[in-house]
Structure formats: C-alpha cells, structure tokens
C-alpha cells in the first residue's frame, strides 16, 4: 500500500498535465465531495473538472499538441490560459453565473489559495453550488 502511495506521488509529481490537481490533490484519500453531493450529474461534473476530464481548452489544446502557452481562452479577450483557474474564477465570459452561485469571497481578488480552498472545501452547500456552476458554465460553452 505504501510503496502504492509512493509511486501514485512520484508520477502525480511528474506530470506536465496534472499541474492545477497538484494545487488540491495532496494526500491520497477518499474526498468528502464524493458523499457530499447527492446529484449524480453534479457529482459528475466536479469530479471531471477536478481530474481535468473536461472541455478547457488547456486540455483539448493538449489533445491537439498545442503549445501550453497558446491554449487560449477563446470565450475572452484577456489573453489567458483557458485553464480551470480561469475557468472557475476570472473568465468575464462566465462573471454572471460567478455572481449568482459563488460567494463574493471567492471571486473579489481571486488567487491560487481561494482556488484551492474553493475547489477542496467540505461545506455540502458551497459544494453544491460549486458543481451547479461548472455544471451551468459548461452548458453555457456549448
């Protein structure tokens, strides 16, 4: 189990793709949000986002050999990374759905240490309202 654990760190470590998972995945445990999410579709969304299984152009862009740097928002004109960061926090494109689901915490000055605390925190309702989020923004993309 140990040398499991070992091996799971060393390769999460070495990946170019799971940047953003590192940020949150730091221990290799059950997550509370498994359980804490009643809505199978909403459960399915954050556990896709959270794994980068997901539409973001920072992956599709990968799929395609796309330079890093290039995988450009296209729903904005900032000129940034369609990352899930942008994605969850900056993006213009998506201010609104922002405004009604998320706490104004989380989106006024947004940085990496709201991410985080957004992405991993243990509250059913912000959970809720986090996957209702993603799950509305991806709809929104379509």
């Not at 359980?35 to 299984?53: A, E, P, Q, V, W």
Request: include cysteine.
């Amino acid at each position: 189990h140990d040398q499991y654990i070992q091996t799971w760190f060393s390769e999460l470590d070495q990946s170019p793709k799971l940047i953003t998972y590192r940020l949150y995945k730091t221990s290799f445990c059950y997550e509370p949000y498994l359980s804490r999410i009643n809505n199978y579709n909403l459960r399915t969304c954050l556990s896709r986002f959270r794994c980068s299984s997901h539409k973001l152009f920072i992956e599709e862009g990968r799929h395609h050999n796309i330079a890093r740097e290039l995988r450009l928002c296209k729903y904005c004109n900032m000129n940034m990374i369609e990352n899930e960061y942008h994605f969850l926090l900056v993006c213009p494109f998506y201010q609104d759905l922002r405004r009604k689901l998320l706490p104004n915490y989380y989106c006024s000055w947004p940085n990496t240490h709201k991410f985080v605390a957004l992405i991993t925190t243990n509250s059913s309702t912000l959970l809720k309202r986090l996957s209702s989020y993603i799950n509305s923004a991806n709809k929104r993309r379509i």
